[in-house]
Each structure stands twice: as structure tokens, then as C-alpha cells.
């Protein structure tokens, strides 16, 4: 008799599925042309992306003053969204480097979708980066290069942190997604009719034939990374909550934020996974693949760093009371009663609120309640950026310097032009790369059944 464990992980893959029925259904999306629904998506996300383009070209034209940013407020949406999305790109690393060396075979039909949203998301923030220094043209001063005239970064500055953190863990991150690939990218090699894809997909396969040597070298490379990676999950939201928690503004500085934007960035980097991986699963018919177990397991994720993250906002406003400052209540105060804040309730609601409803086996295994409650998440997270950085500004030590924030049309362009970005970069992906790792669900459906016979 199977052990109750055995049960679980065989519910993995459902049905009797060989291996080649397996890479028909995997690389069908690849193989296949698009049909209309792609296209309908598509399109729109290259539009917001023509917006994009519009809307940052006349912010280098006219400065930042096409922006609502003013005095005191003078980070706002740039860094608001950068945070945001930095934080998204949290989810892809986690499912792949600290569940594989945690040896969590659910997994397997995730880590694709994750490592990809990922990559995206990390360079969707840095074009907000880029745009919010003013004159991106001189970016490459934050670099230390040599140079005649004696220009050199401030490395006590949080800010230069960000650059090592988010460049280091971009750079781990590709690698990291882009030898997972190598095996799906060999067989797209092997298994393509047209010439001009054998020599792309061949290009990229980097001569990989499946030998025992390869196979040898791939596995310790790829646990060699998963190592690396796993630190990085911590590291770089620390470095980046290191922005506010380094400086002596109401409402930044304080201790709890290194573990809270930690526990915020893999919340809301589950809850976009969710967002694009429950149609997904559908319209690429990947349902015996990814199963309701996964996003049950994922939700389960999402509750636990929503608790963090409930348990985070009250220590924060307990040391506000706690720490007798006049500034720091009277920011507390602001979040709760003023001009601003419903932000503030609103995202106690969708990040505090909406979440406790995955304790329901019912509502976790409910996909349609699921997905809206992703996207609620996905709002809320972003919602606790702007609660952050603007509210928190925009009452200064003097009342005569306080100035409510209005967003302009140049802001919200960038915004959505770069969840067009994301969605086209995605779109993309899902059109000329397997969304699945082919190899290792292959695996692991080989591990299953060898196990259960």
C-alpha cells in the first residue's frame, strides 16, 4: 500500500501520460501558431507599451516636473512602482532556488511560469529607476569605474545599494532561468520542422545532447545557483527597504522593515503568479499538469506571508504609539483620519482582510475566487507602496511645508505602459518558450510512476 505522501505527489500528474504524450502537450503553445485569444491580448499590451514610450519620452524632454512629484513629496509613483515590481519578481526565485532545496516536487510545474515573471518584473523596475534619476544618459555614474575625473559613488548611500543588490540579483535570476531551459530548448531544437529554428533553438541549446556528463554538470550548476539564489531572496528587498529604514523620516525609520518588505515582496510575488497562472493553465491546456494542489499549496504560501504582513503593519503602528514621538504618532494619525486615508484602509483590506478567506479549503480551492483574490493582493501591495512613500512624505516636520500629492497623466502612462511592458515580455515567452520545464515534470512523472509500480 502507497503511503498517504505517495498519494499526494502522484495527484501531481494526473492520468497515465508517457513521456511523449507529456512533450506534445508542454510544447503545443511552442509548436502551434497563436490563435485570436493571443493576438487580443497581445496587441492591447504593445499599445500600453507605445505609451510607454510616449510618456517617457516626454518626461526626458520637459524633467520630472511632468510628474506630480513636488516638495515635500518628492519620491511618487517612480518609487512606488519600482518597489512594487521589484517585489513581484520576489515569487520566482523562492518557487525555484528555496523549494528545490527544500525538495518540494510541486514545483516543477511552476518554477517556468515564476522564474520568467521574475526577469520581467526586475527590468520592468528598473526602467522606473532609470526614469527617476532626472538624466538616465549619466546613469553610469553610480558605477565604479576608473575615471580621469575622479567620480566615485557614495557606497554609504542605500541608494548605491540598490544597484549591486537588483544587478546582482538580475544577473543570478537569467542565469538561474536560463539554464532550466537548456534541456526544453535542446528538444525544440530536435523537434523543429524549420531550418531557421533549428539553428536558433540549437544557438541557445549550447550543443546539449542529454549525455551522462551533461546531465552530471547541469545538476550541480543548477544547485549551485538554487544556493545562490536562496540568499538573494533576503538580501534584496533588505537593501531596498534600507531606502526609507536609513533615513530619519516619520513613518521610514524604524526596524521592522527589512523582514516586512521581505514577507510583502513574496506575498505579492505569489499572488501575480495566481494572476497569470490560473488562465494560463487554461488557455494552454495545462490543467493535467498544473493542478488545483499547486495553487492550493500557493495560497497556503500567500496566507502564511499575509499573516506576516497583518502582523507587520501592527508592529508598526505599535512602535509609533510606543516610541512617545510626536512626529511619529502624528503620522500614524495621518494614516488613519487623513486626506489620504482610504489608501491607507483600502489596503488593510485587500492585504489583511481578503487573504483570511484562504483559510476555507472551499474559497483556497475556489480558482475563479482565487484569482480575484490575487489581483485584490496584487492592488493592495501596490497600495502599501503608495501609503509608504507618499503619506508619509507629503506631512513634513512643519506644517508649513505640508502639500497633498496629486499623480498626473504622465504617471499613470508609466504605470500602465509598464504592465504593458510586463504583459507583452510575457506574452512573448509563452509564444516561442515552454511555459513548463518539460524535463523535470518528465522526471518526476518517471520518479511517480516507478514509485507507485
Avoid at 505522501?5 to 502522484?10: C, G, K, M, Q, V
Avoid at 532556488?97 to 523596475?125: G, K, P, Y
Avoid at 515582496?265 to 490560473?278: D, E, K, N, Q, R
Avoid at 476555507?360 to 501596490?382: E, F, P
Amino acid at each position: 500500500m502507497q503511503a498517504p505522501d505517495s498519494l499526494r505527489a502522484e495527484s501531481l500528474i494526473k492520468g497515465d501520460h508517457d513521456d511523449r504524450t507529456l512533450t506534445d502537450s508542454l510544447f503545443d503553445p511552442v509548436w502551434t501558431t497563436q490563435g485570436r485569444g493571443w493576438w487580443m491580448l497581445f496587441l492591447p499590451c504593445v499599445g500600453l507599451v507605445g505609451l510607454f514610450v510616449i510618456a517617457l519620452s516626454y518626461t526626458l524632454s520637459a524633467g520630472i516636473g511632468t510628474w506630480g512629484n513636488n516638495i515635500p513629496v518628492a519620491w511618487a509613483f517612480g518609487v512606488v512602482n519600482f518597489v512594487w515590481w521589484i517585489g513581484i519578481g520576489h515569487a520566482g526565485t523562492l518557487i525555484s532556488a528555496i523549494l528545490l532545496l527544500f525538495q518540494q516536487d510541486w514545483r516543477t510545474s511552476i518554477n517556468r511560469f515564476a522564474e520568467a515573471m521574475t526577469l520581467f518584473a526586475v527590468a520592468c523596475a528598473g526602467l522606473f529607476i532609470l526614469s527617476h534619476m532626472g538624466r538616465p544618459w549619466f546613469a553610469y555614474w553610480v558605477l565604479p569605474y576608473p575615471s580621469t575625473m575622479r567620480l566615485w559613488p557614495n557606497f554609504k548611500s542605500p541608494l548605491m545599494w540598490d544597484v549591486f543588490a537588483i544587478s546582482t540579483y538580475l544577473t543570478v535570476s537569467l542565469l538561474f532561468w536560463y539554464l532550466g531551459l537548456i534541456p526544453d530548448l535542446a528538444t525544440l531544437r530536435d523537434a523543429s520542422v524549420s531550418r531557421r529554428k533549428r539553428i536558433i533553438y540549437g544557438i541557445f541549446a549550447l550543443g546539449w545532447r542529454g549525455a551522462a556528463s551533461q546531465w552530471k554538470d547541469y545538476r550541480w550548476a543548477y544547485l549551485l545557483l538554487a544556493g545562490l539564489s536562496t540568499p538573494l531572496v533576503l538580501s534584496v528587498h533588505t537593501i531596498v527597504s534600507f531606502d526609507f529604514a536609513a533615513s530619519l523620516i516619520p513613518g521610514w525609520h524604524t526596524t521592522i522593515f527589512p523582514p516586512y518588505f521581505v514577507a510583502g515582496a513574496v506575498y505579492s510575488g505569489f499572488a501575480m503568479v495566481l494572476t497569470l497562472i490560473i488562465p494560463a493553465r487554461r488557455f494552454l491546456h495545462l490543467k493535467h499538469v498544473i493542478t488545483p494542489r499547486h495553487l492550493e499549496n500557493m495560497t497556503k504560501v500567500m496566507l502564511a506571508t499575509g499573516w506576516m504582513v497583518t502582523y507587520g503593519y501592527a508592529v508598526e503602528a505599535f512602535m509609533a504609539w510606543y516610541s512617545g514621538s510626536v512626529h511619529e504618532i502624528g503620522q500614524l494619525q495621518t494614516r488613519f483620519y487623513g486626506p489620504l486615508s482610504p489608501f491607507y484602509w483600502a489596503l488593510i483590506f485587500c492585504n489583511c482582510i481578503v487573504v483570511q478567506t484562504f483559510w476555507s479549503k472551499k474559497l483556497r480551492t475556489n480558482l475563479k475566487w482565487v484569482w480575484v483574490a490575487s489581483i485584490l493582493i496584487n492592488l493592495g501591495m501596490w497600495l502599501e507602496r503608495f501609503v509608504i512613500v507618499v503619506i508619509s512624505l507629503h506631512r513634513d516636520f512643519l506644517p508649513s511645508s505640508w502639500r497633498n500629492y496629486s499623480p498626473t497623466w504622465v504617471d499613470f502612462s508609466l504605470f500602465a505602459g509598464s504592465l504593458g511592458v510586463f504583459g507583452s515580455l510575457f506574452l512573448l515567452f509563452l509564444r516561442f518558450l515552454p511555459a513548463v520545464a518539460a524535463t523535470e515534470v518528465k522526471e518526476l512523472n518517471h520518479d511517480l510512476k516507478k514509485g507507485h509500480a
